[in-house]
Every structure is written in structure tokens, then in C-alpha cells.
């Protein structure tokens, strides 16, 4: 999952910023060689957020899969994913953690 927001920027006493702006969307990539055996990489796309961006589905039908792996696949660092934008994921990868949400203390070693 990733939460979409703009980015912010302000000019303070201490010089100038950038800081997470608004939120504008929310979006999910799934990967799964059961539902996805077709697709590159065995993922889908999926944006839950309206053109808009003013208001959120419930659920979502996934991209065309051209339209978001063409990105994946070549600028990905790691099996489709941007982990090099994201020091969460980079640092879980590096503990051989799977990472499957909720508290740090439910990751589990990768056998």
C-alpha cells in the first residue's frame, strides 16, 4: 500500500523545507503468482483514490498491466518494487524480514 501526498515547502527562520503536504490518493500493488501468473513480475496495480483525488473507493480494479510495469521493471531495484525509495522496505529486506504489516515485533526471519 501507498499513501499518496504532495509535497510541501516552507520558508522558515531556519531556511527552507520540504515537508509532506496533503493527502491525495491511495494505491496498492499486489503481487501473486496465483491471481497474477500472466503479468510480469506477477503483479497488479490498483489506485483507490478518484481522478480527483477528493475521495476514496472501498474497492478497485487493477491497471493495465503496460501501463505501470513498463516503470516497474526497468527502474525497480528490487522484483518490481522501488525499495530504493522507501528505507523501510530497504531496511527489512537487508534483516531478512518479511514485512507483512502491523508491529515490528510480528516480522519473522525468512527460513
Do not use: W
Request: proline share 4%.
Amino acid at each position: 500500500m501507498k499513501e499518496l501526498v504532495s509535497v510541501g515547502s516552507k520558508s522558515a527562520v531556519s531556511g527552507r523545507g520540504c515537508f509532506m503536504g496533503d493527502f491525495i490518493g491511495l494505491e496498492a500493488t499486489i503481487k501473486s503468482k496465483k491471481h497474477f501468473k500472466d503479468e510480469p513480475g506477477n503483479c497488479a496495480y490498483f489506485s483507490f483514490s478518484s481522478a480527483d483525488h477528493k475521495t476514496l473507493s472501498k474497492t478497485a480494479k487493477a491497471f493495465p498491466a503496460k501501463s505501470c510495469n513498463s516503470c516497474h521493471a526497468g527502474a525497480a531495484v528490487d522484483d518490481f518494487v522501488f525499495t530504493q525509495y522507501y528505507p523501510v522496505l530497504s531496511q527489512g529486506k537487508g534483516m531478512k524480514m518479511k514485512a507483512g504489516g502491523g508491529h515490528l515485533d510480528s516480522l519473522k526471519p525468512i527460513k
